[in-house]
């Protein structure tokens, strides 16, 4: 528990600091979206939205699942703030409820809490790349994942992409996405 105060508060200095520097800057992408997404090996479907509540932070949630009595379920806020032209650095803090057939296996799924930090890159006007290191702790069980992914903005408001996730709670994972701004 002790660890969950001490990632929330470094989360709050965090986006204190992107407050502080707000004026002056601002967020190289949008974070007002909806996304679908399907993962393989395992077969997963989720769901996802980002809504942006100040000029550098956002409200985020996610389910997936394998529609097997399953589900991976999170909500947080999360902090963005620029690096330079290109690049945001990234950061959230979750709530997560998580069932599954091994560890998690309980009829109301096990919670916890997730904190990660992540960066976002364009590398070209519709190319888009990034990654996130983070750390969960439910139900007495702590691990570490990561995340790589690109994606290709076909217009403003509509983009695709794929996902590498690692040892996430599906384990290791490719996953398709669409995701539409709003």
């Not at 097997?68 to 032209?85: K, M, Q, R, T, Y």
């Not at 904190?115 to 139900?139: F, M, S, T």
Request: charged share 20%; no cysteine; hydrophobic share 40%.
């Amino acid at each position: 528990m002790r660890k969950s105060f001490i990632a929330g508060a470094l989360l709050l200095s965090w986006v204190s600091a992107a407050q502080a520097n707000s004026a002056n800057t601002m967020s190289n992408f949008s974070y007002d979206y909806t996304e679908v997404r399907i993962g393989l090996s395992p077969l997963t479907y989720g769901a996802g939205f980002s809504k942006s509540i100040h000029p550098n932070a956002h409200l985020t949630g996610s389910i997936d699942s394998e529609f097997e009595s399953d589900w991976d379920l999170a909500l947080g806020v999360g902090f963005h703030a620029p690096i330079n032209n290109w690049a945001d650095l990234t950061g959230e803090l979750k709530a997560r409820n998580i069932k599954n057939k091994g560890e998690f296996n309980d009829s109301t799924g096990k919670t916890g809490m997730e904190v990660n930090l992540g960066v976002r890159q364009w590398l070209g006007p519709q190319l888009e790349v990034g990654a996130k290191l983070g750390h969960i702790n439910v139900h007495k069980i702590e691990e570490t994942f990561g995340s790589v992914y690109g994606r290709f903005h076909a217009t403003e408001l509509f983009s695709i992409g794929a996902e590498g996730r690692f040892n996430d709670v599906y384990g290791d994972q490719l996953l398709m996405t669409t995701r539409f701004k709003y």
